[in-house]
């Protein structure tokens, strides 16, 4: 979808570029346009379709940089309709929840929000910042048998800079 959105922007904006070359040097050789005659035309189409291709960048831009989740209670409200759909999941990592098996890589731990819990099953090192009582953030799907599979895991931490305490 993003990949569709980006290629409908870069068509409009490299077709609003060749009108603009194409209609400026038809109004070049037709018209014999000075710049200061074609700036009190106003905005031409072609204009239009550059400034609405941009916002509409910008727009899609921000979009994509914000992460969206469902939260535990959302999933359940769900129901058998969340089962295989891919979605990201947060939560807060439950404390107690945390199973970590270095032989076989596998990460298991349970997300809540207070009212409902997820449990969590990723194959793979946890994050650094990851521990019990964070809040994170899950990519992956449920599966039939209610266990959320990770395929990536995003932890939350505090905005708050704390500096090493002095020795």
């Known amino acids: 979808m993003k990949r569709i959105r ?15 070359i194409v209609g400026g040097i038809r109004g070049a050789i ?3 346009t000075t710049p200061s005659e074609l700036l009190a035309q106003g905005p031409s189409a072609a204009a239009v ?9 910008i727009v ?4 994509g940089a914000i992460v969206y989740y469902t939260t535990p209670s959302e999933l359940l409200a769900q129901g058998p309709s969340a089962i295989g759909r891919t979605m ?7 404390p107690g929840s945390r199973r970590w098996n270095a032989g076989t890589l596998d990460l298991r731990f349970t997300l809540g929000d207070g009212n409902a819990t997820v449990p969590v099953i990723h194959h793979g090192a946890p994050p650094d910042l990851f521990t019990e009582g964070q809040g994170a953030v899950v990519e992956g799907t449920l599966g039939a048998d209610g266990i959320f599979t990770a395929r990536s895991i995003i932890v939350k931490h505090s905005e708050e800079y704390r500096p090493p305490p002095s020795p």
């Open 6 to 20: 980006l290629v409908l922007a870069a068509v409009i904006v490299a077709g609003a570029l060749i009108y603009l």
């Open 49 to 57: 379709i550059v400034a609405g291709a941009l916002i509409y960048l």
């Open 30 to 32: 037709v018209y014999y």
């Open 60 to 63: 899609g831009g921000i979009r």
């Open 88 to 94: 990201r999941l947060g939560g807060q990592v439950m």
